[in-house]
């Protein structure tokens, strides 16, 4: 009888327990995402990643990070990829081949997550610390066969449906061959348009495009400051007044201009303050309960390696000398982060584009 009792005891914990597992993984997975943020760290591979480790002060943001991938990032008719091919796979679920911007393998414009977001009345967002027109915010709202195509890109950008970007760039409006002004272009079609700072208290409703350099905007050794941060904090505040959710992409462009330099310095600066605009997005994501936060990077640049510094011909395990193997991109896996709404699609290795096709899944879960 004694021995009856207990077994009953047993199986009723594990039906409990079974039951409670069930319920906590349902909790994580229920329904959509109605925000996501999608932070890509140009050049960023895992020994950038792990600079932050080494080389900042405090725990980075990315140890906040549940849900961790990896993906491929091989584009068509090549091994290694560019900026352009790698964000298109991203923006559009098509591989295409190096410097497509938002076109497929054949040059045939594809709808990217920010279009297919914004027919949905979500509002979008983008930021770089590059051009705006540069290759990875562009594969977001241009569709040209060329990334060095930037006066194209900026025409794309006057008809895309952005209600916040954060950037530079502006040469590409307004010092055109065409010589038409696509900054007052902008201004006719209701955007506010700011080519010296970030505004405060933005209305929603109310398109806004803050181009701050003529191209790209100063390395954080040059003199950036904290723009990628306050960029970030203020397109939250400003996206988050949509009830429909919203879509934004924030690039640390720079990461890769400090690998293809070898420059370790300069990667290193880099990546300590994209780590902080991961962190902003953290705090967002968990105080709201319904955004998806990824941050995974296009391809690794460099060929980056925390070696062991070497003392008069000896290996010093003590000190890390970081060294480069190339002044181009790697074909090395790449790491995915998610956090909140969805992030356990994120698990596992897959190609780059399918983070595409996850990132819709996680705004029409179920
Ligand atoms: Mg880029
Ligand atoms: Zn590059």
Same mark, same amino acid.
């Given at each position: ?15 409990? =327990? ?13 329904? %959509? ?7 890509? @760290?140009? @050049? ?15 725990? %980075? ?24 091919? !790698? ?5 559009? @679920? ?55 195509? *930037?006066?194209?890109? &900026?025409?794309?950008?006057?008809? +895309? ?5 954060? @950037?530079? !760039? ?38 806004? +495009?803050?181009?701050?350099? %003529? ?20 397109? =939250? ?22 690998? *293809? ?19 902003? &997005?953290?705090?967002?994501?968990? /105080?709201?309960?319904?955004? =998806?936060?990824?941050?995974? &990077? ?34 090395? =896996?790449? %790491? ?21 096709? /996850? ?8």
């Amino acid at each position: 009888m004694a021995n009856k009792l207990y077994l009953l005891i047993i199986l009723f914990s594990a039906f409990f =327990l079974s039951a409670c597992n069930k319920s906590l993984k349902k909790l994580e997975s229920q329904g %959509p995402a109605k925000n996501i943020i999608l932070l890509i @760290g140009d @050049g960023m591979g895992l020994a950038q990643v792990s600079c932050a480790y080494y080389f900042g002060d405090e725990t %980075p943001n990315f140890s906040r990070f549940k849900y961790i991938g990896l993906h491929q990032n091989q584009p068509v008719g090549n091994k290694i990829t560019d900026s352009a091919s !790698g964000a298109t796979a991203f923006a559009t @679920g098509y591989k295409s081949y190096n410097a497509a911007i938002g076109v497929d393998q054949d040059t045939i414009a594809r709808e990217t997550i920010l279009e297919w977001a914004a027919e949905r009345q979500k509002s979008t967002g983008l930021i770089a610390t590059s051009s705006i027109t540069h290759a990875t915010p562009a594969s977001f709202y241009a569709h040209v066969k060329d990334r060095n195509l *930037h006066e194209e890109i &900026a025409s794309d950008f006057v008809k +895309a449906s952005i209600d916040f970007a954060a @950037g530079g !760039g502006y040469q590409f409006f307004n010092q055109r061959k065409d010589g038409k002004n696509l900054l007052t272009e902008l201004e006719n079609k209701g955007v506010e348009v700011d080519t010296n700072s970030i505004g405060s208290d933005l209305k929603f409703g109310n398109p806004y +495009a803050y181009f701050l350099a %003529p191209d790209s905007l100063h390395s954080i050794r040059g003199g950036r400051g904290d723009f990628l941060e306050r960029a970030t904090s203020t397109a =939250l505040d400003y996206l988050s007044k949509d009830n429909d959710g919203f879509f934004l992409m924030i690039e640390g462009s720079q990461i890769d201009w400090g690998g *293809h330099r070898n420059d370790a310095k300069y990667v290193i600066d880099e990546v300590l303050d994209f780590d902080k605009a991961v962190g902003l &997005a953290l705090d967002f994501a968990q /105080k709201d309960g319904n955004t =998806l936060v990824i941050v995974t &990077a296009d391809h690794e640049t460099g060929g980056m390696s925390l070696s062991a510094a070497k003392v008069f011909g000896q290996r010093e395990y003590g000190a890390i000398n970081p060294t480069f193997s190339t002044g181009g991109h790697s074909a090395s =896996l790449i %790491p995915v982060f998610a956090y909140g709404k969805g992030a356990e699609q994120f698990l596992g290795i897959y190609q780059n584009n399918d983070l595409f096709f /996850k990132m819709k899944k996680c705004f029409e879960l179920k």
